[in-house]
Each structure stands twice: as C-alpha cells, then as structure tokens.
Nanobody
Framework: QVKLVESGGGSVQTGESLRLSCSIT????????LEWFRQAPGKEREGVAS???????QYRDSVQGRFIISRDSEKKTLYLNMDNLTPEDTAMYYC????????????????????WGPGTAVTVSS
C-alpha cells in the first residue's frame, strides 16, 4: 500500500520561505512520478511541480524560479522548497504519486494520480 504524508505547512509573511516534506511508503520513490498540487479556497486544484524518474522537473509558471522540487530516495521523501511566498500561494498543498516513471507535461492531470497525502496548509499574509 502506498501512503503519503505531508508536513511543513504553516503561516508566514509575504517574502518568507517554507519547506514542505512528503514522506512516502513505497519500495522506491525513484520509480514513480511525484508531484505537488495545491488547492486554494474556492479554486480548482492545480499542479505546482513534478519530478520524474529521470530527474526531469516541471513547474507551474507562477512558481518558476521561486519553488524547487526535490527528492531523497534514501529517506523516501519528496520536498518542495518555496521561496518569496506571496498571498497567492495560500492553499492546501498535496503530494501525489503515480507509477509512471516519467511525468507527463500536463501538471494539472490530477486524475492520473491514484495516491495522495492528506495535505498541509500554507497561509501567506501580506
């Protein structure tokens, strides 16, 4: 059974940073497409960043240059480093996994991910 648990959310001021973590219980996270999604109140879920088996990273335009996705295969943990946060980044953040080793180019294909964490909340105030 694949289980994901996020942590690291919190309340920060504009311009500050947070690091989200996602602990994953699978044999090898290296063989999965892993992605961070977020959903703001009253808005649709959207993909934020993904990382493929090959190490290829993809980012939503609005976070490019501010967010970095990474993984530690030994610790079976996915990370999302978020810098220069703005109120527009306020959302519930979720990590998700699917068995395709290479992530697709559509960051919003959330229906293709069978495994999800419960989420961690990020609030950015101005």
């Amino acid at each position: 059974q694949v289980k994901l648990v996020e942590s690291g959310g919190g309340s920060v001021q504009t311009g500050e940073s947070l690091r989200l973590s996602c602990s994953i219980t699978i044999l090898s996270i290296q063989n999965y497409c892993l992605e961070w999604f977020r959903q703001a109140p009253g808005k649709e879920r959207e993909g934020v960043a993904s990382i493929s088996r090959s190490g290829r990273e993809q980012y939503r335009d609005s976070v490019q240059g501010r967010f970095i996705i990474s993984r530690d295969s030994e610790k079976k943990t996915l990370y999302l480093n978020m810098d220069n946060l703005t109120p527009e980044d306020t959302a519930m953040y979720y990590c998700a996994a699917r068995t395709d080793s290479e992530c697709g180019y559509d960051l919003d294909a959330f229906a293709e991910f069978p495994w999800w964490g419960p989420g961690t909340a990020v609030t950015v105030s101005s």
